[in-house]
């Protein structure tokens, strides 16, 4: 069963303190994708990655940076949490950037206090 | 000309009536249109998929209708169960271009 594995599922940090949100696929796409959900506003991109060391920034890209050393794995950095940021991150994958569907992880709800 | 506005934003439908979802768009080189359902702590999952060429398609009780010259697609879902309830996400793509998302319905199934 392809999967895409979300590091938490749910994470508590303070306001300033740098966090790192952790993604793997097992499914050799080339595509990953970091979106936030809130009520409301839907799926919205951070950042995506075509490619090892690869990225493009989405359309919320302030506050964050990603890292995407390795194809199965794209990390989420929040450089200094802040309480807006307050959220649920899922992580995606695809074969095609657009004709084919994205594979989501379950979320990671964090909470910046 | 990216967008894709979805509605409702939410929806209350009876056992074994018909949900139906809308969604449209405006730039016409999209050519992808996908439904993904998202059940509460779980993430998306792409439930039914079309292409342009097609006005219609239908698995099991899901159904995709597809108007190309009013730039609409919408899902229809026969027979709704409670287990249908969760939120439903439409979206569009074109190429090489990634997926454009709407903004979600949510849809309850009373008993």
């Known amino acids: 069963d392809v999967k895409v594995t979300q590091s938490s599922r749910y994470l508590v940090k303070r306001t300033g303190e740098k966090v790192f949100l952790e993604c793997v696929q097992d499914?050799?796409?080339?595509?990953m994708f970091w979106y936030r959900q809130d009520p409301g506003l839907g799926l919205r991109l951070i950042y995506f990655s075509y490619d090892v060391k690869m990225k493009e920034k989405g359309d919320i890209p302030e506050g964050y940076s990603v890292s995407r050393e390795k194809k199965e794995r794209f990390s989420l950095i929040l450089e200094s949490a802040s309480t807006n940021q307050t959220s649920m991150y899922l992580c995606?994958?695809?074969?095609?950037?657009?004709?084919?569907?994205?594979?989501f992880g379950s979320g990671t709800r964090l909470t910046v206090v | 000309q990216q967008q894709v506005k979805q509605s409702p934003q939410s929806l209350i439908v009876q056992k074994g009536g018909i949900s139906i979802i809308n969604c449209a768009y405006e730039?016409?080189?999209?050519?992808?249109f996908p439904w993904y359902q998202q059940f509460p702590g779980k993430g998306p999952a792409l439930l039914i998929a079309i292409r342009p060429d097609v006005s219609e398609k239908k698995e099991g009780r899901f159904t995709i209708s597809f108007n190309k010259s009013a730039k609409q697609f919408s899902l229809h879902i026969m027979d709704s169960q409670p287990g249908d309830s969760a939120t439903y996400f439409c979206a569009a793509s074109t190429g090489f271009q990634k997926l454009v998302f709407g903004t979600g319905t949510r849809l309850l199934v009373s008993p």
């Open positions: 995606a994958s695809s074969v095609h950037l657009g004709q084919s569907g994205y594979t």
């Open positions: 730039n016409t080189a999209f050519d992808y």
């Open positions: 499914m050799d796409h080339e595509n």
